[in-house]
């Protein structure tokens, strides 16, 4: 299995919802990330877990929320979000024993587009 | 700052060659990648570079120069498929990945 599955491929929800989008590899990577994507734009990094652990949060508000509860999934929590976060949110994953060497290459899931009403 | 410069926008015709060019100021430099995304859908891993000179890959080739902080990515025999977007990304001394806006590279028959 090469793949990274994301689910919903699409979320619609209001600025009151809480929803949650999923992420599963089982390709026994030990690194998972989150991505924002907005269109024409390059994916934006938001989130790093390493070995289960969150690694990296680059200053996302709260009202997004990541869960790693075990070294294949991912979650990404959603509450109270604004129209502008409407965007394509993309879960990456990479071997974990490259985390710190050059060719770290990360494997895309194919996204969650969300809109925000 | 960090940037990675691409042109927005290329044309070029099915069964021709075509190159795009990456440039970037990074702080730091731990490797070069290509990435391809169709619209709507996963970027996915092209090449990477970290010595100078040029990776080939069937159809696709990706050329670096780190003294010039300049690559390219050259697709020959281009195919109605190659249509999607090319993402330039350089890894800087913290190994944090910096993107490109990408290329949106059309074919035409």
């Known amino acids: 299995d090469t793949e990274v599955t994301q689910t919903p491929k699409h979320l619609v929800m209001g600025m009151t919802n809480k929803k949650s989008l999923k992420c599963e590899q089982h390709m026994g990577h030990r690194a998972m990330y989150w991505y924002k994507q907005k269109a024409k734009k390059p994916p934006e990094l938001m989130f790093v877990?390493?070995?289960?652990?969150?690694?990296i949060n680059e200053s996302v508000p709260s009202r997004f929320s990541p869960e790693c509860p075990n070294s294949s999934l991912l979650n990404l929590h959603l509450h109270a979000l604004q129209p502008e976060d409407s965007a394509l949110y993309l879960c990456?994953?990479?071997?974990?024993?490259?985390?710190?060497?050059?060719?770290?290459?990360?494997?895309f899931g194919a996204g969650s587009r969300l809109t925000v009403l | 700052g960090q940037n990675i410069d691409q042109p927005t926008e290329m044309t070029a015709t099915e069964g021709a060659i075509v190159q795009i060019n990456c440039t970037y100021q990074?702080?730091?430099?731990?490797?070069l990648f290509w990435y391809q995304q169709h619209a709507g859908e996963a970027p996915t891993f092209l090449s990477y570079?970290?010595l100078d000179g040029l990776e080939e890959k069937g159809r696709f080739s990706s050329f670096l120069s780190r003294s010039k902080g300049y690559s390219y990515l050259l697709l020959k025999e281009l195919q109605m498929k190659d249509s999607a977007s090319y993402l330039c990304?350089?890894?800087?001394?913290?190994?944090?990945?910096?993107w490109g806006a990408g290329t949106k590279l059309i074919i035409k028959p």
């Open positions: 877990y390493s070995y289960e652990k969150l690694s």
């Open positions: 570079n970290v």
């Open positions: 990074t702080s730091g430099f731990n490797g």
């Open positions: 990456a994953s990479s071997p974990m024993t490259e985390i710190n060497s050059g060719a770290n290459v990360l494997t």
């Open positions: 990304a350089v890894k800087d001394s913290n190994y944090q990945l910096i």
